[in-house]
C-alpha cells in the first residue's frame, strides 16, 4: 500500500520531494490520530482521506496559497517510470501535471486506483456528481489534445472547456 | 450526424451506463462514425491516463525498492479467537500505520517534522466515532437462530445450557460457575462468528455490568493475554481446542484470576443429550455439575450433584 500512497501524495501534489514529505506528515498523524479510525473502514480509503484532508489543511493555512511555488513540468516527469517497451508518454505526462491537483487526484483515484465515483468524493470531500464532472472535463479534453497532437503543449485552458455548464469545481 | 454528449459519452467508456443505455450508445456509434471515432478518442484518452498512472506506480516501487530496507513479511499466525480479532482491530491498525512510517523511514531523519494541526472540514467522512446505530450493526451480525430458539425459562436448567453449549462449541467447553467470586450465573446464548457458533455466558455480580465468557471453536493451547478496550478489560486464552474471552468492566488482577478459575473449572457436560426436555427444563431431575446450586440453576433440586463446589 504504501507505493499507493505515495503516488496519490506525489500526484497531489505534482512533484516527489514533497509528495515525500507530505505523506511523512499524514502518517505520523495518523499514526498519532489512530483512535480516529473507524474499524471496517477500508484502511487504503482512509490513508487517501487524510492525506487530502492533511495537504487541504496546510494549503488553507498558508498565507497566500496562490504564491506558492508550482512543480515544474520536469519535476513533473520525473515522478514516472516508463518501461523500456513502452515510450514516454510526454503529451499525458504533461496534460496531466497542468491540471489542479483536485482534478488530477480524481484521475488517479478512479482510474488509477479503480474507486467508484462515491468513494472518491468521500476522499476528495466533494460529490460524485463534481467527481463525474472531473472526470468528463479531463477526459474530453485529452481526447481532443490527442486527436490534435501536433498543436500546442496542454495548458489550464482544460478548465474553461464547459463555461456555460459552470460546474464551479476545479 | 446524432449528438451525444461528451457526459455521456465518457459515462460510455467509463462503464458507467446502464446497461440499456450502453445498448442503446452501441447503436448509435454503429450508425454514426463521427461518434465512433470521438468514442475512440476518448478511449484512447481514458487508456493513456491508466498507463501514465501505472507509469508513476512502477516508479514508486522502484523508488521504495531501491532505498529501503527489506520489510519483513508480517507472521502467518493461527486463526485465533474471533472476537479477540475485533477487540485488536484498533490495534492492528496502529501496527500498520507504525509499519508504514517504519517502512517509510528514511524521510523521517531527513527533515523537521512539522505535524499540521488536524483539519476540520466541513464534511467528516467516516471518521467520525461509530453512531449507535452502527454498534448495534455490529451486534446484530452475531445474532443467529439459535440465539432466541432457546426460551428465556430454559436459562434456570444450568443442564440443558451446558448440553446445548457443548453441542454447539464442543464437549470441552466451560460453563463455569462463578458464585464463589461474587458472580451469579444469570444465562447464555448462542451466537455466530463468520458462520461458526459462538457461546455468551453471562454472569452478574453485587455491582458493575455483566461479566462475560465467550467461548469459540479454536485449535492450540495459549496463555492467558490481557487487553483493555476502554473500560472493558479481557483476558483471552485457548484450552482443549476452545478459544476464550473473558470481558467486563473489571481490572486486570480479577480478570486473570478468574480466568485461571475458569481455565481449571471442568467441562461443562458430556453431549449426552438431556432425557425429556420437559423433565428438564423444570429443573427437577438436573444431572450437570451445577445441577446442585440453585444460584447456577435457579431450579430446586432435591438430589445434590456430586460434582458440585
Avoid at chain 1, 516527469?77 to 497542468?98: I, K, M, P, Q, V
Wanted: hydrophobic share 40%; charged share 25%; with cysteine.
Amino acid at each position: 500500500m504504501l507505493p499507493r500512497l505515495k503516488r496519490f501524495a506525489d500526484v497531489l501534489v505534482g512533484e516527489k520531494r514533497e509528495g515525500k514529505a507530505l505523506l511523512r506528515r499524514a502518517l505520523k498523524r495518523m499514526l498519532a490520530d489512530q483512535q480516529r479510525y473507524q474499524w471496517g473502514t477500508p484502511l487504503d480509503r482512509w490513508a487517501f482521506t487524510e492525506i487530502y484532508r492533511l495537504w487541504l489543511g496546510e494549503l488553507r493555512d498558508h498565507a497566500d496559497p496562490l504564491r506558492q511555488v508550482k512543480p515544474t513540468d520536469a519535476d513533473f516527469e520525473r515522478l514516472f517510470r516508463w518501461d523500456e517497451d513502452s515510450n514516454f508518454d510526454a503529451l499525458t505526462a504533461s496534460f496531466l501535471g497542468h491540471l489542479p491537483p483536485q482534478q488530477r487526484s480524481t484521475l488517479l483515484l478512479v482510474y488509477g486506483e479503480g474507486f467508484d465515483h462515491e468513494d472518491a468524493g468521500r476522499v476528495l470531500d466533494s460529490s460524485p456528481d463534481t467527481i463525474q464532472a472531473r472526470l468528463i472535463r479531463a477526459c474530453a479534453s485529452l481526447a481532443d489534445r490527442l486527436g490534435s497532437s501536433a498543436q500546442a503543449p496542454a495548458s489550464p485552458t482544460i478548465e474553461t472547456l464547459y463555461p456555460a455548464k459552470a460546474t464551479g469545481q476545479p | 450526424m446524432t449528438e451525444l454528449s461528451d457526459e455521456l459519452l465518457v459515462a460510455y467508456v467509463d462503464g458507467q451506463l446502464a446497461p440499456e443505455q450502453a445498448r442503446g450508445v452501441d447503436k448509435v456509434l454503429a450508425q454514426d462514425g463521427v461518434i465512433a471515432q470521438r468514442v475512440e478518442a476518448l478511449k484512447l484518452a481514458h487508456g493513456r491516463l491508466e498507463c501514465a498512472f501505472e507509469a508513476i506506480l512502477a516508479g514508486e516501487v522502484g523508488e521504495i525498492m531501491a532505498t529501503t530496507p527489506t520489510m519483513p513479511l508480517p507472521v502467518a499466525r493461527p486463526r485465533g479467537n474471533g472476537l479477540v480479532k475485533i477487540g485488536v482491530a484498533t490495534v492492528v491498525t496502529g501496527l500498520v500505520l507504525f509499519a508504514l512510517v517504519a517502512g517509510y523511514g528514511w524521510p523521517l531523519g531527513q527533515q523537521p517534522a512539522a505535524v499540521a494541526p488536524p483539519v476540520p472540514l466541513s464534511k467528516r467522512v467516516e471518521m467520525e466515532p461509530p453512531s449507535w446505530q452502527e454498534e448495534v450493526l455490529r451486534a446484530q451480525a452475531l445474532l443467529s437462530r439459535a440465539s432466541v430458539e432457546v426460551g428465556l425459562e430454559s436459562q434456570d436448567n444450568f443442564d440443558l445450557v451446558a448440553f446445548q453449549l457443548a453441542q454447539a462449541i464442543g464437549p470441552a467447553v466451560k460453563l463455569p460457575k462463578l458464585q464463589a467470586q461474587g458472580l451469579k450465573f444469570m444465562r447464555a446464548q448462542l451466537l455466530r462468528f463468520d458462520g461458526k457458533p459462538l457461546a455468551q455466558m453471562l454472569y452478574l455480580g453485587a455491582e458493575r455490568a455483566p461479566l462475560a465468557l465467550y467461548a469459540m471453536r479454536g485449535g492450540g493451547k495459549t496463555g492467558p493475554l490481557f487487553r483493555r478496550e476502554g473500560a472493558i478489560g479481557s483476558v483471552s486464552w485457548k484450552d482443549d481446542g476452545i478459544a476464550y474471552l473473558l470481558a467486563g468492566e473489571e481490572d486486570e488482577a480479577t480478570l486473570l484470576r478468574l480466568a485461571e478459575k475458569i481455565k481449571h473449572e471442568p467441562a461443562a457436560t458430556e453431549p449426552a443429550p438431556p432425557r425429556k426436555l420437559s423433565d428438564v427444563s423444570s429443573g427437577a431431575e438436573s444431572i450437570g455439575p451445577g445441577a446442585a446450586d440453585p444460584m447456577i440453576t435457579g431450579s430446586n433440586p432435591t438430589v445434590p450433584s456430586p460434582s458440585a463446589d
